[in-house]
């Protein structure tokens, strides 16, 4: 599948690449931000994965998937040992392709997910955004509305509803493939799907007031990437978003420490 892509190009001489990756329900543009910082020492391409944002949409949905995406997008821009960076969703994808294709990057990064299965919560969202009459809607302000039944919080709704896209002839459409993304939610919750190790250079960054990675998943994490440094931030699981400097600070200073 070709993915749709946004590029930061470098002015620095030989960048090193950096291909990132959103989690569910987001896409490559909740990372302009940092991708801004980033690209002052990197080329950076950031992704939308399958079904989400401006990629293809399929029936296929899983990290299986998801890791032919990512080695198929690199042969297709023939980048040479970038570092692979991803969060929640997007890290779990990131964690597969390492360890599926252990020569295709020099580094891994994981934002805010640990490599074992998870009870998900995101069904109540799932129900929520499926609960938006879209052949209907008039307004932006009316999906909060009826999301805010299913989802309380101001920001996550402002999240889930970027997207929302207007059609050329009148209302309203989703960028994702909601249906098939809420058939296939319990795929996104599995544990590892490929078998072995990693064995380079790999960063956990968790959010301390998050409740993604525990204390006791310090052991899955180097049982899979025995080279594993785990950092912490005060954040909630949006790491990268609450405070994108700190955070773009701390990727920088480990990746010119090795």
């Known amino acids: 599948m070709k993915l749709f892509y946004r590029e930061y190009s470098s002015a620095k001489p030989n960048a090193p690449a950096m291909i990132i990756m959103h ?6 543009d909740n990372w302009l931000t940092q991708a801004k910082l980033f690209n002052q020492h990197y080329q950076v391409y950031t992704v939308d994965i399958r ?4 990629s293809p949409h399929s029936d296929d949905f899983d990290y299986t998937s998801m890791v032919k995406d990512i080695a198929e997008f690199i042969d297709d821009h023939q980048i040479h040992n970038p570092i692979i960076m991803g969060h929640s969703m997007g890290g779990k994808a990131a964690m597969n392709f390492a360890i599926a294709h252990p020569n295709k990057l ?3 990064i994981v934002v805010d997910i640990a490599p074992r299965a998870y009870n998900l919560e995101h069904y109540t969202i799932a129900e929520g955004l499926n609960a938006i009459t879209i052949d209907t809607l008039t307004s932006r302000n009316e999906a909060d509305e009826q999301l805010a039944r299913f989802v309380p919080e101001a920001d996550v709704r402002q999240f889930l509803l970027k997207n929302l896209q207007r059609k050329p002839e009148g209302g309203f459409s989703w960028k994702f493939n909601l249906k098939v993304i809420t058939e296939k939610l319990s795929n996104v919750g599995v544990a590892l799907q490929h078998k072995g190790t990693f064995d380079k250079p790999t960063l956990f960054i968790k959010g301390n007031r998050s409740n993604y990675v525990k204390d006791a998943d310090t052991t899955i994490i180097y049982q899979y990437f025995p080279q594993a440094k785990i950092e912490g931030m005060d954040t909630s699981h949006w790491v990268q978003a609450e405070k994108p400097q700190e955070f773009v600070t701390l990727v920088h200073n480990y990746l010119q420490s090795l």
């Open 106 to 108: 020099a580094c891994l």
């Open 23 to 28: 989690g569910l329900f987001g896409s490559c």
């Open 51 to 54: 079904n989400h944002g401006l």
